[in-house]
T-cell receptor, first 114, second 117 residues
């Protein structure tokens, strides 16, 4: 158990809909990262937040947005969903925003768009 | 543009033997490298890392080797155990990246390791 929790575990929805994925970091960790793992793909970095502020950004679609709240939990919002958005979404956390900080991953949310 | 590549989708090894997982990268700015292990229905777990100022880092049964000139790293597991059966991801980072790339990890596609008893 990494100490990072993600809800829900599974999510099935239809094209055009909007969903919110939630992540609670390990106690004391200030950074939260979001990754997408599509079929046969490695993990693709989406975005990082550090202590409530956006810190780093990957190839995150404009239809996707995230935020980190004062209690440090984070939410990833996916809107106008397409079939291709079906994937595993992982959240990770680390103590600070340092590049060498170990990132601890949650178990993931499996999103299926029908 | 796959900046980190794991060209072997799978590897099968006998228990007790050495497992060697390989990873190549194209971005010469990468200077920090990591290996993660992932079991089904779980998130990736950090295994071992290496900075570009080193060519080897060892932690118990796990050793990572870095060949900067070849832009290649490998993970050696000795001896391999059935519990090592998992997907192994190689990842890389540019420690000097600024702006929106700071802290970003770029992952390979993973190699499925199966260790047979």
């Amino acid at each position: 158990d990494s100490g990072v929790t993600q809800t829900p575990k599974h999510l099935i929805t239809a094209t055009g809909q909007r969903v919110t994925l939630r992540c609670s970091p390990r106690s004391g960790d200030l950074s939260v990262y979001w990754y997408q793992q599509s079929l046969d793909q490695g993990l693709q970095f989406l975005i990082q937040y550090y202590n409530g502020e956006e810190r780093a950004k990957g190839n995150i679609l404009e239809r996707f947005s995230a935020q980190q709240f004062p209690d440090l939990h984070s939410e990833l919002n996916l809107s106008s969903l397409e079939l291709g958005d079906s994937a595993l979404y992982f959240c990770a956390s680390s103590a600070t925003s340092g590049s060498t900080d170990t990132q601890y991953f949650g178990p993931g949310t499996r999103l299926t768009v029908l | 543009d796959q900046q980190v590549k794991q060209n072997s989708p799978s590897l099968s090894v006998q228990e007790g033997r050495i497992s060697i997982l390989n990873c190549d990268y194209t971005n010469s700015m990468f200077d920090y490298f990591l290996w993660y292990k992932k079991y089904p229905a779980e998130g990736p777990t950090f295994l071992i890392s290496i900075s570009s100022i080193k060519d080897k880092n060892e932690d118990g049964r796990f050793t990572v080797f870095l060949n900067k000139s070849a832009k290649h790293l490998s993970l050696h597991i000795v001896p391999s155990q059935p519990g090592d059966s998992a997907v192994y991801f190689c990842a890389a980072s540019d420690l000097n990246a600024g702006g929106t790339s700071y802290g970003k990890l770029t992952f390979g596609q993973g190699t499925i390791l199966t260790v047979h008893p």
